[in-house]
Nanobody, 117 residues
Framework: QVQLVESGGGLVQPGGSLTLSCVVS????????MAWYRQAPGTPGDQREF??????????TYRDSVTGRFAASRFNAKNTIYLQMNNLKPEDTAIYYC????????WGQGTQVTVSS
């Protein structure tokens, strides 16, 4: 059974940085494009928005609002992906999730990121 465990979130002031990690168990990520998603407060249901993609080749793609501030990476040997987030803004406040792309039908618990002064 595949499990996704996100960590590294927290409360940070605007302009601060955080690094998120996602450990995948039960399946090798070597053959998967992996992505980060987020769900902002008050977003109904399971509406998560795409944040960043890191392909099997290590290439990355980002949503426009985080380009230049976020950096996704992967460490296949540890079955782990990362999201380095710099210059955080209040609008980055959300629960952050990882999944493959296209996603599995299940999700982890996510990790809460709160950007506030």
């Amino acid at each position: 059974q595949v499990q996704l465990v996100e960590s590294g979130g927290g409360l940070v002031q605007p302009g601060g940085s955080l690094t998120l990690s996602c450990v995948v168990s039960g399946s090798s990520i070597n053959i998967e494009h992996m992505a980060w998603y987020r769900q902002a407060p008050g977003t109904p249901g399971d509406q998560r928005e795409f944040v960043a993609l890191v392909t099997t080749a290590g290439t990355t793609t980002y949503r426009d609002s985080v380009t230049g501030r976020f950096a996704a990476s992967r460490f296949n040997a540890k079955n782990t992906i990362y999201l380095q987030m710099n210059n955080l803004k209040p609008e980055d406040t959300a629960i952050y999730y990882c999944n493959k792309m296209p996603s599995w039908t299940f999700w982890g618990q996510g990790t809460q990121v709160t950007v506030s002064s």
